[in-house]
C-alpha cells in the first residue's frame, strides 16, 4: 500500500515530528500488521530525510528534488526508495529525457532496494511513446 502525502514538505522538521509523523506510523503500523508492504511517499520532503526513515514504511517513495544517492545515505540499508524523474522531463526531447533516466539510476546505485518511479505523478498530456519509451529504457538499462 502507498500512503502518498502530497502536502508533507510544508512542514518544517520540527512540525513534521509533531503533527504527522505520529499519524504516519500509526497508519504504516496498521497497515503492515495486514502482511502489505508498505511505500510512504512525501512530496518535497528533502529537509525531512532523517525523519521519513523513522515512518517504519518499508520503501520511502521520493520526488525529483532529492538526490537518491543522498536519500540512501540518510536511510541507511534498512528501507529501499522509490523514484524519482522529474515527470516534467517527459515533456523534453528523447535525449533529454534518457539522460535525466540514467542520473536517476545512477543515482539509485547498483544495490538492492531501488524501485525507478516518477518523483509525483504522470502530468496531463505527457506523450504515451516517451513512457512506453522510459519503461523500455531503464528495463535495458537495469537487466542482470
Do not use: C, K
Not at 532523517?50 to 518499508?58: C, R
Not at 538526490?67 to 534498512?78: I, V
Request: proline letters at 6%; charged letters at 20%; zero cysteines.
Amino acid at each position: 500500500m502507498q500512503i502518498f502525502d502530497t502536502w508533507a514538505g510544508i512542514l518544517d522538521a520540527d512540525d513534521y515530528a509533531r503533527w504527522a509523523l505520529p499519524h504516519v506510523q500509526t497508519m504504516v503500523r496498521a497497515v503492515r500488521a495486514t502482511g502489505a508492504p508498505v511505500i510512504y511517499f512525501a512530496r518535497d520532503s528533502s529537509a525531512l530525510l532523517p525523519l521519513l526513515a523513522q515512518t517504519g514504511a518499508d520503501v520511502i517513495s521520493l520526488d525529483w528534488r532529492v538526490p537518491l544517492d543522498q536519500a540512501r545515505m540518510q536511510f541507511g540499508t534498512g528501507v529501499a526508495v522509490q523514484g524519482n524523474l522529474d515527470p516534467a522531463v517527459l515533456f523534453a526531447p528523447w535525449d533529454e529525457v534518457a539522460h535525466r533516466t540514467d542520473r536517476v539510476l545512477e543515482r539509485a546505485g547498483r544495490e538492492p532496494g531501488h524501485i525507478f518511479n516518477l518523483g509525483h505523478g504522470v502530468l496531463q498530456g505527457t506523450p504515451v511513446d516517451t513512457v512506453r519509451r522510459l519503461v523500455e529504457h531503464v528495463h535495458a538499462r537495469t537487466a542482470t
